[in-house]
């Protein structure tokens, strides 16, 4: 099927966010699929896979909505300025936009890495009450995410001769109302105090569908122990999960880009196959 692409800026609270949509050319859409997208550096390693992860899933009849959040990418506005409620509010924007673009009543959120720290709030406040959860290696607690940042900071100091900047001092550094520029991108304190509390709970997932793909480049492939506990989680609660763990490499941090096609097909079986109301869980993974 030809995918049909569309670049437009969307107007947001406080500024404007460069967005792309593609979906089937000459077919209708079947469901919507809004991208939730991981943070910093790690958001353009991951460029790559989601732009062709969404060709597949608009070739399938999806429509797919990727979105550079406000101070990132080619979206107006500073990242010294970003906040996770800022962007959680670009979000729902989006949101609000593809329910105009589609009446299609198939809808997923598909959060990659940090990305999934949004899901809580974008369920909260969207219309979408029966909207479907897919995860790509989700990054569980802000915090872990704030920490990945700062001892990359710390590393860089230590090199340039500063090894006084541990993670400590760059933490009461960012409590204090500094701003630190980490990998290119400046660290704001509201921000960096909002990743401190922010956490992907299961338990704010509620009674929905939901994919949790994970990759491992072990011969066979197992989930990380946070996966298995919040799946196990779901499953408590009654939640109808597909968890599947994928062998390939670690895209959003290796050195060279790199594609992890099983994890596509993986995604697109779970977008398009039948619900698993009793969770098909792979022993050797889960």
């Known amino acids: 099927m030809k995918v049909r692409t569309d670049a437009f800026f969307l107007p947001v609270d406080g500024g404007r966010c460069f967005c792309i949509y593609r979906r089937p050319a000459n077919a209708p859409v079947v469901g919507t699929i809004l991208h939730a997208p991981a943070f910093g550096e790690e958001m353009n390693k991951c460029r790559p896979m989601v732009a062709r992860a969404s060709r597949v899933f608009a070739a399938s009849g999806f429509g797919v909505l990727q979105i550079d959040l406000l101070g990132c990418g080619d979206s107006s506005g500073s990242h010294e300025e970003a906040s996770l409620a800022r962007w959680t ?10 329910d105009s673009e589609s009446s299609a009543r198939l809808a997923w959120i598909w959060a990659v890495r940090g990305g999934a720290l949004f899901v809580p709030s974008i369920l909260r406040a969207t219309q979408w009450t029966d909207a479907s959860v897919m995860l790509w290696q989700p990054v569980m607690k802000g915090q872990m995410q704030l920490t990945q940042w700062l001892r990359q900071k710390a590393a860089t100091s230590l090199i340039g001769g500063r090894p006084d900047r541990g993670l400590a001092t760059l933490r009461e550094r960012l409590r204090a109302g500094e701003v630190l520029e980490i990998g290119g991108y400046d660290i704001g304190p509201r921000l960096a105090a909002e990743l401190e509390e922010a956490q992907f709970d299961p338990r704010t997932i509620g009674n929905r569908r939901v994919a949790w793909l994970e990759v491992d480049a072990s011969a066979v492939p197992m989930q990380s122990p946070f996966a298995r506990k919040a799946v196990d989680q779901l499953l408590a609660d009654g939640v109808d999960v597909e968890a599947t763990a994928v062998q390939g490499p670690a895209f959003w941090q290796s050195v060279e880009i790199e594609r992890c096609d099983a994890l596509i097909d993986a995604s697109l079986f779970a ?12 022993p050797l993974t889960l």
């Open 271 to 282: 977008l398009t196959g039948p619900s698993a109301n009793a969770i098909r869980r792979d």
């Open 89 to 98: 509010d670009n979000l729902t924007t989006a949101l609000e936009w593809l």
